[in-house]
């Protein structure tokens, strides 16, 4: 039986036979040069990288249109930041993939455009916990903070860790403006005036009765979640920006309305 | 180089190298290695005809099968949906007491409400439904909002406190923040509090003024004797439930710096028949683990 298969595989590849043995002689001659070996990787790589990942610059439409999608306020972006440091997105996703058990449980599937200004995005794959992609608003302030500070007090059965300290440390506001004049040099839309006055939006989203709450929903819109997070009076913490950051999870672009402006379907 | 040299055992060819006379095999790669990238190669020509493959420019190979996820799991849901669509018309027609007269139905809930409870509800109101400092106990006799088949619906629907536009409003004032009541109106309003459902038993000398300064501020929600308003969801001050705590310390903290809880609207978020489900769940089959 295989001495069959064989004489049948050899004639399927005769044709080609002069080809492989141009490829073989030579890839067996470059075997014998480390150097030369490296750089032809190299080069098959690239060509690899070339075809996979340069078009995905120029294909647009595999992201939807989303023109009113809002952006992170300064505050939930240092939430963002503390996401990160802490490590968050190795136990917890932010992508809702395409199966019905994930949409039955969590909502509509994540959209890429819905990450469009997440740098880096934040999609993770480990999932110890749930998914967090639309969290936001589905939990008051007050179950974040407590969750935050000892899981099991509220989750009789988790094994989260306890992020005590982000109670106690105020966040840090001091390069605000520069982070934000970075995000914008990678393509986030943020105004001048967005990143003028960065601190002082940062400030005012945790303080509704301020003077400068105002200038806050001008500059990021009447959705923007103005409250104050943890309950402490003062200086946002690093609690504030961490419960900012995750109750607006899922709520920079109404799902809905995406999907029909772009005619997909649901 | 002598690369063509062959070994007299086996055979096959040498590398030409030679260490002290001992030489290096150049076995043949084996025919199965052979087949795998044979297989895999001609798999792979398939795939790319019939699967979105190939990126060009601006646009990429759709692929002869036509499959795009987003539509694969919107017809996936769509077959869920009409799995379940027989029960949930029915849920969505029927008011709660029709439901738990039909035990068909109540099965259902019994199969389906303790994972929605677990996945939007229980991480506030515990596991058991008891709650916790700071979120209400749904298994007890106390209601806020009210415990009536309506009030539990609506408070599901709209939420307390929350972004829903219709949704219940409520807030304990912080008297003592505001400056309406110093901090010994405030311990001494807090310790009549405490005699209202007997955890503590303060001498005349205090429950006389505690009683005028609650009559004051507090019976305007909480009502003259204490027994709280569901329609403003102030809570009965009388009974031995508490939502932060009866205790001194917490009895002042809720004075002096006022409350304001928040459950999440979810209308939007849950179905209708999921709601239903849910208010079903916390009235009758909760209870019934107690």
């Not at chain 1, 995905?56 to 009113?68: K, N």
């Not at chain 1, 936001?136 to 935050?148: C, E, I, N, P, T």
């Not at chain 1, 607006?248 to 402006?261: A, H, N, S």
């Not at chain 2, 459902?197 to 001498?203: H, M, V």
């Amino acid at each position: 039986m295989w001495g069959k298969l064989n004489r049948i595989l050899e004639r399927l590849v005769a044709p080609f036979r002069a080809l492989f043995h141009t490829i073989f002689r030579g890839h067996y001659r470059l075997e014998r040069y480390s150097l030369g070996l490296a750089f032809a990787i190299i080069i098959a790589g690239g060509i690899g990288g070339a075809v996979e990942i340069a078009p995905l610059f120029t294909i647009d439409e595999t992201v939807e249109e989303a023109p009113d999608m809002r952006l992170y306020t300064p505050l939930e972006q240092v939430g963002r930041d503390i996401y990160i440091r802490e490590g968050c997105y190795t136990c917890h996703s932010q992508m809702i993939r395409t199966l019905r058990d994930e949409v039955d449980r969590w909502g509509p599937y994540s959209r890429a455009v819905e990450s469009q200004y997440d740098h880096p995005m934040l999609w993770g794959s480990k999932r110890t916990g749930p998914d967090l992609a639309r969290v936001g608003g589905k939990y008051s302030d007050a179950w974040h903070v407590a969750h935050l500070y000892y899981p099991r007090d509220v989750v009789a059965e988790s094994v989260m860790p306890a992020y005590r300290w982000l109670a106690r440390r105020n966040a840090d506001l001091d390069d605000l403006s520069a982070r934000l004049e970075t995000l914008r040099t990678v393509g986030v839309p943020y105004t001048d005036a967005q990143i003028e006055n960065a601190v002082s939006d940062a400030l005012a989203q945790v303080n509704p009765d301020g003077a400068r709450a105002g200038g806050l929903i001008e500059r990021y819109g009447e959705a923007t979640n103005i409250r104050n997070f943890d309950g402490q009076p003062g200086n946002p913490t690093e609690m504030d920006a961490i419960v900012a950051y995750l109750q607006i999870l899922g709520k920079l672009v109404d799902v809905e309305t995406l999907d029909t402006e772009s005619g997909q379907q649901e | 180089m002598s690369v063509k040299e062959r070994d007299p055992l086996t055979g096959h060819q040498t590398t030409g190298h030679e260490w002290n006379g001992i030489t290096e095999l150049n076995t043949r790669v084996p025919r199965a290695i052979w087949w795998f990238i044979g297989i895999t190669h001609v798999w792979a020509l398939i795939m790319w005809l019939l699967l979105p493959a190939w990126p060009l420019i601006t646009t990429y190979t759709k692929g002869l099968l036509g499959i795009d996820q987003t539509q694969l799991v919107a017809a996936e849901v769509e077959a869920g949906d009409r799995y379940r669509a027989h029960w949930v018309a029915r849920f969505d027609a029927e008011s709660l007491d029709e439901i738990r007269a039909d035990e068909t139905l109540m099965e259902i809930v019994r199969g389906a409400a303790p994972a929605l409870w677990g996945d939007n509800c229980a991480v506030c109101h515990a596991t058991g439904g008891t709650g916790g400092p700071g979120f209400p106990n749904l298994v007890d006799a106390a209601w806020i909002w009210g415990g009536s088949d309506e009030a539990v619906l609506e408070t599901l629907r709209v939420g307390i406190n929350s972004q829903h536009p219709e949704t219940r409003f409520g807030q304990m004032l912080a008297f003592g923040e505001t400056g309406i009541l110093s901090r010994d109106e405030v311990r001494t309003v807090a310790s009549y509090v405490q005699s209202l459902s007997g955890l503590a038993d303060p001498p005349a000398e205090v429950v006389e003024p505690g009683a005028a300064l609650f009559a004051e501020n507090c019976t305007s929600c909480h009502g003259e004797s204490g027994e709280g308003m569901t329609e403003l969801g102030a809570p009965n001050l009388t009974d031995d439930a508490w939502i932060y705590g009866g205790e001194s310390a917490t009895l002042f903290e809720t004075i002096h710096d006022g409350r304001q809880g928040w459950m999440p609207a979810w209308e939007g978020r849950l179905t209708g028949a999921e709601r239903k489900m849910l208010a079903l769940y916390v009235l009758d089959i909760l209870p019934e683990g107690e």
